[in-house]
T-cell receptor
Framework: GAVVSQHPSRVICKSGTSVKIECRSLDFQATTMFWYRQFPKKSLMLMATSNEGSKATYEQGVEKDKFLINHASLTLSTLTVTSAHPEDSSFYIC????????????FGPGTRLTVL | AQTVTQSQPEMSVQEAETVTLSCTYDTSENNYYLFWYKQPPSRQMILVIRQEAYKQQNATENRFSVNFQKAAKSFSLKISDSQLGDTAMYFCAIYLYNFNKFYFGSGTKLNVKP
């Protein structure tokens, strides 16, 4: 099956620092990758959609300057949380989509970010 | 605006019994797909079942089946012969082809009791 990895799985950082989260599709090329945020016992909130070689599309209310998304290749997308603050603490999940026609998304295992 | 509603925050079922999780959605789009995802305590999202909206036949995957009522915009999940490993959060989701986006419901926490 299609496998998506995320790194790191858990990160703790100090307020004001930047954190980069990597999302990789290991055995397929993903035309699109999605980034979600999940609060405790809550649903997944779509943050942005990224396509290889183009700018990410952010959902309303998501600060694009705080959450920088780079989709450098068909197998790698990165989310950088810039100048992190405690309110950015959350569980971040990425998913990768093979094609729009075969629209199933394959999820990474998630990254727990804690900002002190 | 697209909405996905799961009205049951939490449900319990005895092992080996059958349980149905509810989901309703609202969209003005015609080209969409519906999904049920499972999120166990590990928090890894796992696809349970997928339904193309243009297909009338309900999707089935082993012990999992859906009751898709397009006119009513209802998409419930039936789990037969519940197993302890089915204990998880279950999310209903809609994929809108023209927007290439997924929208999730708030989730139902299912507890399977021995």
């Amino acid at each position: 099956g299609a496998v998506v990895s995320q790194h790191p799985s858990r990160v703790i950082c100090k307020s004001g620092t930047s954190v980069k989260i990597e999302c990789r599709s290991l055995d397929f090329q993903a035309t699109t990758m999605f980034w979600y945020r999940q609060f405790p016992k809550k649903s997944l909130m779509l943050m942005a959609t990224s396509n290889e070689g183009s700018k990410a599309t952010y959902e309303q209310g998501v600060e694009k300057d705080k959450f920088l998304i780079n989709h450098a290749s068909l197998t790698l997308s990165t989310l950088t949380v810039t100048s992190a603050h405690p309110e950015d603490s959350s569980f971040y999940i990425c998913s990768a989509q093979l094609t729009r026609t075969y629209n199933e998304q394959f999820f990474g295992p998630g990254t727990r970010l804690t900002v002190l | 605006a697209q909405t996905v509603t799961q009205s049951q925050p939490e449900m319990s079922v005895q092992e080996a019994e059958t349980v149905t999780l509810s989901c309703t959605y609202d969209t003005s789009e015609n080209n969409y797909y519906l999904f049920w995802y499972k999120q166990p305590p590990s928090r890894q999202m796992i696809l349970v079942i997928r339904q193309e909206a243009y297909k009338q036949q309900n999707a089935t995957e082993n012990r999992f089946s859906v009751n898709f009522q397009k006119a009513a915009k209802s998409f419930s999940l039936k789990i037969s012969d519940s197993q302890l490993g089915d204990t998880a959060m279950y999310f209903c989701a809609i994929y809108l082809y023209n927007f290439n986006k997924f929208y999730f419901g708030s989730g139902t926490k299912l507890n399977v009791k021995p």
